[in-house]
């Protein structure tokens, strides 16, 4: 059975930093692409980023390039979002995924995504 599991969301003020934690068991989790989405109330889920199985290569939204970054630890089943200079519109449930075999696009499509987990708040006070 495949868990995924996130952590380390929280309430932070405007400029500040955090760092997001997705831990997945059940599968081998260094031959899946992964994926953090964000969904704030009353929005559609969006995509954040994504990151190849490898680690070589990823993909980011736009509102968020140049302030969060993705990376895994294959060894560890972990997958993380440091997200510097937060702002406000940053609030949202954070949900990390595991997606297909190999690598992710940018296109954001949650059919690419199997495993979910249920999601760390993050809230951003201005």
């Known amino acids: 059975q495949v868990q995924v599991v996130e952590s380390g969301g929280g309430l932070v003020q405007a400029g500040g930093s955090l760092r997001l934690s997705c831990t997945v068991t059940?599968?081998?989790?260094?031959?899946?692409?992964m994926g953090w989405f964000r969904q704030a109330p009353g929005q559609e889920r969006e995509g954040v980023s994504c990151i190849w199985y490898s680690g070589h290569l990823t993909y980011y939204a736009d509102s968020v390039k140049g302030r969060f970054t993705i990376s895994r630890d294959n060894a560890k089943n972990t997958l993380y979002l440091q997200m510097n200079s937060l702002k406000p519109e940053d609030t949202a449930m954070y949900s990390c995924?595991?997606?297909?075999?190999?690598?992710?696009?940018?296109?954001?499509?949650?059919?690419?995504?199997?495993?979910w987990g249920q999601g760390t708040q993050v809230t951003v006070s201005s």
């Open positions: 995924a595991a997606g297909r075999l190999g690598p992710c696009s940018p296109s954001w499509s949650t059919n690419e995504y199997n495993y």
């Open positions: 059940g599968l081998t989790f260094g031959s899946y692409a």
